[in-house]
């Protein structure tokens, strides 16, 4: 394992990942950026940070990326 993609610095994922040589704890804006430029970007760049006081992630701008799909729930029962 390379990585942990958290939202939030408490988890014992977190803790885990930073506590193993050459595992990194990043955002999940690291992995869309990895994505977008199509390349490893710096993990340094993208560290897991603490909630916002009340329990709620920051504000990001929109990316004007779509969202992911939905799956239908009927698709996945077999009819």
């Known amino acids: 394992m390379t990585h942990v993609v958290s939202n939030s610095l408490g988890t014992d994922k977190v803790r885990w990942a930073k506590a193993q040589p050459g595992v990194h ?21 993208h560290p897991v940070v603490e909630k916002a006081a009340g329990g709620k992630q920051p ?10 799909p939905q799956l239908d729930a009927a698709a996945g029962s077999g009819r």
């Open 25 to 45: 704890a990043v955002s999940l804006e690291w992995l869309t950026a990895c994505a977008q430029q199509w390349r490893r970007c710096d993990e340094a760049a």
């Open 59 to 68: 504000e990001v701008e929109p990316s004007g990326q779509l969202p992911p």
